[in-house]
């Protein structure tokens, strides 16, 4: 998330220096509740002294109102299809949701 977060950051940017206005928050989807939770709440918390300068980034640009983030379901995480292996019936909806279609496949 934290990463992401870095990228919405410089787009943002790069949309100001090209004169474009962009004043809604950009949504971050994780499908990681802790994650989402240890984003939105500022209390410290012992467990997640490892992450913590990622979480003040995330939480930063959450106050600045610059990003908002939502959960969505592991089996909705479109993202999947770039990081982990799938089953053909998952890998076959995702490629739908990205609106891929095979062009050599007969209609």
Not at 16 to 38: G, T
Not at 46 to 73: A, F, N, P, S, W
Not at 89 to 101: A, D, E, N, V
Request: proline fraction near 5%; charge should be negative.
């Amino acid at each position: 998330m934290a990463a992401t977060t870095c990228e919405l950051t410089w787009l943002r940017y790069m949309l100001q220096d090209l004169l474009v206005n962009h004043s809604e928050p950009a949504k971050l989807f994780c499908d990681n509740q802790a994650a989402l939770y240890i984003a939105a709440n500022p209390v410290y918390h012992e467990r997640t002294k490892h992450i913590e300068l990622d979480c003040h980034t995330i939480r930063e640009r959450i106050e600045k109102g610059e990003i908002k983030t939502g959960y969505v379901q592991t089996g909705e995480q479109i993202a999947d299809i770039f990081t982990k292996p799938l089953k053909a019936p998952i890998f076959s909806s995702l490629l739908g949701k990205l609106s891929i279609s095979d062009i050599h496949s007969p209609t």
